[in-house]
Every structure is written in C-alpha cells, then in structure tokens.
C-alpha cells in the first residue's frame, strides 16, 4: 500500500512539514509495512517556502534584508531540489508576521526587502523564478520591491520618494535605467485573489484593515495607487491595474506584471507542479492532507486542498482529510474529491490546548482514520 501525504500547514501551530511527519507516524502505526510518502505543501502565502524546500529536497540561502519598516532582518530564498528553481516567498521579508499588531503601518511599510530577496534570487542564475505573495504587510504597489532592483520613484522635484504607498501620491517620473533584468528567467507569480489595484474591490479597500489602515487611510491609499497606475500607464504603454490580481499583496502583483513581465498563477497549481504532485501519486492508494480548519470554503477555487482533490480525483485515488477545527457547513467535499474528512481533536479541548498538542492530536488521528479506512477495504 502506498500513501501519500499532502498536508498545508495548520496556521498558528504547525508548518506543513511538521503536520506531514506527525501525519506519516500515524500512518505507519496503521499500516506497518505501507509506503509511506511526505509531501508537504501550500498555496504561495506564508509557510510555502519551508514545504517547498522539504518536499523537493532543496536548500536556502539566507541574506540580510529590509523589514517593512527598514529595520534589518534576516529572510531566507528557497533553492528547490529541481536546480532550476529558486523561491522568494515576500512574507520572510515583508509578511505581516514582521510586525507586531501596535507596529503596522500601512501608509509606510514597503515591499524593499522583497526586492532585495528577489535581486538575489536572479543572481543565483537559476531559470526559473517563482514569487508567494500572500500575508503581506505592505500596501505601496510593490514600489519598494522596485525601487531594490533599481527602478527610480521621483517626486516633481526629482528627488526620491520615501518609502510606502501613500508617497506614491507624490510620483512624477520613474526612472528604470537601473532595472537589470536576465531575459532567460521565468517569474512565475503564486496568487489566488483576483483584485484589481485600485476601487472598491482593490488592495487598500479590501485588505487595508487588516494591515492596520483606518478608513482615512484607505482613501489616502487608494487614490495613491491609481496615481501611481496612471504614471505607470504612461511609462510601460499599458494600463495593469485592472488586471485580476493586481491588486495581491497591497498591489505587489501590480509591479510584478508591469516591470518583470511576471505571469500570476494560481498558487496552488504552481506549488503542486513545482513539488511534482502527479508524479508522486502514480500507484498511491490514498492520500491524506489536511489544514486547520475545513469548510465550503477549504474546497472552492484556489484553496490548497481543493487543488489536491482535483488532481487526485483525476487520478482515481481517494483523498482523506483531517483538521483542527471542522465547520458547520462543509459543502459537497465529496464532489471536491474528498472521501472523508474529520477532526483532529476527540474531545472538548480549549483552542490552547489543542494547537499545543497539535502534533500528538494528529498522528493518532490518522492512525484512527486510517484503521477505520483498512476496515471497510481490502489493503493491499
């Protein structure tokens, strides 16, 4: 019997990796002579680079960089396994996680950081460059990550402008002399919104608050990044700031397609691709992933487990899923490809208690569920 296991991370209390191993130890208590394969995963947000590197056996390279407010940090790349590809996920250096709650500040913080990471990332020579950009902190268009690699953001007076998004009102003249960019790299781009920059739907309307933007804020934000969609209309010959995605990461995505000719693709595709999925559950029997919570939400588009479903559901094989938490409504999982889902917890737990125990919780869970599943087959 072979199986293979596919987890996203249980946020807040285990890396994907870390649910795969608890994972893997229940289901060799279950089925002592199985195959048993770790594949961790993600969708491109926080956490992605470590089961990227896990799963393909890569390594990292780790370079001091920027924090959304210019304190220094040390955020690491992604070398997959493959030797072709090298990750930047934005949230090692510009994620929200950097900042405490009293420190956010999303008319100032910039994407600089990122630019750096992925500055070094095109110097490591690989072909092919992927970019997470969920759990941002920023809210500047990814005018930071641009000003790293060179691009010049000038004011009427042709000084510089100071970082963040609300500087951005102030643009008169973008100077990309200083972009160097190798014609051969792919950058890839793992995005699962569909915002445009700017409007009621855009980057500042919709994730503002959770940034820490006040609804002054919000309107100072918005008509600075329609300026700067505007300025960047008239630099590159096309407008992208109604391009679905644009808006991703406070506007990142925006500065992705215009000056690095990026593609945005949904994250979970690119992750699954990238860790060579298909590959892995030729001959599988089962596979068993699972995330923190389920709901109707876990298998509409875009979600990690709903893309594992697809692809496995393709394949004919059937797909076990555990969580933290279960909602009251989950859908139709089973169209999604889902043949069971259950919670790790098995009795009344606090919140505290249960992601503490997280790792103990999941491995006897998935002997329990898988135990339950040799029962009603023949396993082989």
């Not at 807040?12 to 208590?29: D, F, T």
């Not at 951005?168 to 960019?181: F, K, P």
């Not at 569909?194 to 009621?200: A, S, V």
């Not at 999604?336 to 009344?348: D, T």
Request: proline share 5%.
């Amino acid at each position: 019997m072979k199986i293979l296991i596919a987890p996203d991370s249980f946020k807040g209390s285990l890396k994907s990796p870390e649910v795969a191993r608890a994972m893997a130890r229940g289901a060799r208590a279950a089925f002592p002579q199985a195959e048993v394969v770790e594949l961790p995963v993600g969708d491109g947000g926080e956490g992605t680079l470590e089961a990227l590197v896990t799963a393909t056996g890569g390594g990292y390279e780790s370079h001091t960089v920027r924090g959304p407010l210019g304190d220094p940090l040390e955020a690491r790349l992604g070398l997959l396994g493959d030797g072709q590809t090298v990750f930047v996920e934005m949230a090692e250096a510009s994620g929200l996680s950097r900042l405490s709650p009293e420190r956010r500040s999303p008319l100032h913080a910039s994407t600089y950081g990122t630019g750096e990471l992925i500055r070094a990332a095109l110097r490591t020579g690989r072909s092919r460059l992927l970019i997470g950009i969920g759990g941002s902190a920023t809210n500047d268009g990814g005018a930071g990550a641009l000003h790293a690699l060179g691009v010049r953001l000038l004011d009427r007076g042709g000084h510089p402008l100071p970082p963040g998004g609300a500087a951005l009102a102030d643009l008169a003249e973008i100077d990309t002399s200083g972009l160097e960019l190798p014609q051969d790299v792919e950058v890839l781009v793992a995005c699962d919104v569909t915002n445009p920059l700017t409007g009621p739907d855009g980057a500042s309307a919709i994730y503002g608050p959770q940034k820490g933007a006040t609804d002054t804020d919000i309107t100072t934000l918005d008509a600075a990044l329609a300026h700067f969609g505007t300025v960047v209309a008239e630099q590159v010959g096309r407008d992208w700031s109604g391009t679905p995605g644009a808006g991703a990461a406070g506007g990142l995505g925006f500065a992705l397609l215009a000056f690095l000719s990026a593609r945005l693709e949904r994250g979970v595709s690119l992750v699954l691709d990238a860790v060579r999925f298909e590959e892995h559950l030729r001959g599988a029997d089962l596979v068993l992933t699972g995330e923190g919570r389920i709901d109707r939400q876990t298998t509409s588009f875009g979600k990690t487990l709903a893309g594992i479903g697809e692809r496995a559901q393709r394949a004919g094989v059937p797909v076990l899923a555990l969580a933290g938490s279960l909602g009251e409504d989950l859908g139709d999982y089973r169209a999604a490809g889902f043949s069971g889902v259950a919670s790790i917890v098995p009795r009344p737990l606090t919140l505290d208690e249960a992601m503490r125990d997280a790792a103990p919780l999941l491995e006897t869970a998935t002997r329990r569920l898988l135990e339950v599943f040799g029962s009603t087959r023949v396993v082989r």
